[in-house]
């Protein structure tokens, strides 16, 4: 086999590796398109269900419960909470080492003050050791 062949064997792997790649980000544009497609007819379909049941403060999901009569109650999800890093530090502050012991305190989620920690927390001072079962977060 010559250099040159195997120049063009090697461009045109590249080239089929763009081309994948490119085929790759278009599927994933066009199921991200769908997706919004999707929620927003759930979002109408929910519309729809709170004017028929002209209950304004019923969410359309009580409002088939209550249709559909009594049953066992559903877990309660917790609205977001949003979370500032100053509340963070004062939770630190005041002792806890961790992100659950922070949500605890605030009434957020662990992920939400992991987000903000990872966004904010170096400015504001806070650093952490230690990996899984050991970690911990403190100020400077």
Do not use: W
């Not at 045109?12 to 994933?28: F, P, T």
């Not at 919004?36 to 019923?58: F, Y």
């Amino acid at each position: 086999m010559s250099h040159t062949s195997t120049r063009s064997v090697t461009e045109e792997i590249e080239e089929l590796e763009r081309q994948l790649a490119d085929l790759r980000h278009r599927s994933l544009l066009e199921l991200k398109v769908k997706l919004g497609e999707a929620r927003h007819t759930v979002a109408l379909l929910e519309r729809k269900i709170q004017e028929l049941t002209q209950e304004p403060g019923k969410t359309p999901e009580a409002a088939i419960a209550a249709a559909e009569g009594p049953q066992s109650p559903a877990p309660q999800r917790r609205s977001r909470v949003s979370v500032t890093i100053e509340q963070v530090v004062e939770a630190i502050r005041e002792g806890a080492t961790n992100y659950r012991q922070i949500a605890r305190e605030l009434g957020c989620s662990p992920i939400t003050v992991a987000k903000k920690v990872e966004t904010e927390g170096k400015a504001a001072g806070i650093r952490s050791s230690g990996q899984k079962g050991s970690f911990k977060l403190f100020l400077k």
